[in-house]
């Protein structure tokens, strides 16, 4: 493996939480690194710390005492600021979660969250970011984008929501998306069909997954 392909590269990272006056350790010392392009799977039991990390890697859980080294490409996310970590976060390194619910604004049309992540990073015009939207939704297989930009979320099914969800991770290219537990809350065959969106995704934009599950199943699947 050469140095410059290395795209992320964890080194003896330890999370603990601060409860009282007491230090509960949940992570102790993972290393693992991801190669521009790859996709990498972490697989372990409920509450064993996967989401803690990604919370970690996205720069999400101040709250807690994390120590050892975050390099991507090169830069240790540990010792960003919190306005650093704006400029990375949704643009070099986007996330997926298991609940599209809870990361979709119920109160904003799909389109307007889709156009506003746009110009948080790009300096892109109103026609410009909802021809993206429009894209986007019909590269992760979603059928009258069009109007689907005029629906609130509780407007579509689960299996559509996580598509929207991938298409929002998406929107700048994202040179890494963790992708945590992203298929538990669905049924097996939507289940089939998202892991494969994530595949292709991961070979035409050259997206690195880090793919995250408690189900060995779904690991093989991907
Ligand atoms: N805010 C918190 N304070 C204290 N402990 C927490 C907090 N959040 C999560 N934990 C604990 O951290 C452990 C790992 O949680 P998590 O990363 O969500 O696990 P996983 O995603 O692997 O199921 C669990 O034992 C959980 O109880
Ligand atoms: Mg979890």
């Not at 603990?16 to 006056?21: E, P, R, S």
């Not at 389109?111 to 892109?124: N, P, R, S, V, Y």
């Not at 019909?138 to 109007?147: D, F, I, P, Y």
């Not at 963790?178 to 994530?198: G, N, S, W």
Request: hydrophobic share 40%; charged share 20%.
């Amino acid at each position: 493996m050469k140095e410059q392909d290395v795209l992320l590269d964890v080194k003896q990272l330890s999370i603990a939480f601060q409860q009282k006056k007491q230090k509960v350790p949940i992570v102790h010392h993972i290393s693992f690194s991801i190669q521009k392009g790859e996709t990498l799977g972490i697989v372990g039991e409920s509450g064993c710390g996967k989401s803690i990390t990604s919370m970690s890697l996205m720069g999400l859980n101040q709250q807690t005492d994390t120590k050892g080294e975050i390099q991507f490409e090169g830069q240790n996310l540990l010792s960003l600021s919190e306005k650093q970590w704006r400029e990375i976060r949704g643009n070099d390194i986007s996330m997926i979660f298991q609940e599209p619910m809870t990361s979709l604004n119920p109160l904003m049309t799909i389109g307007k969250q889709m156009t506003e992540a746009l110009f948080t990073h790009q300096a892109i015009g109103q026609k410009e970011a909802k021809a993206k939207a429009v894209d986007l939704l019909q590269t992760v297989g979603l059928k009258q984008a069009e109007s689907l930009l005029k629906k609130y979320p509780h407007e579509l099914s689960g299996g559509m929501r996580q598509r929207v969800m991938i298409a929002m991770a998406m929107l700048c290219h994202p040179k890494l998306m963790i992708a945590d537990e992203p298929t538990t809350a669905l049924d097996v065959t939507i289940q089939a069909q998202i892991l494969r969106l994530l595949k292709k995704l991961n070979e035409e934009m050259d997206t690195a997954i880090l793919f995250i599950t408690h189900d060995l199943g779904v690991v093989r699947q991907i």
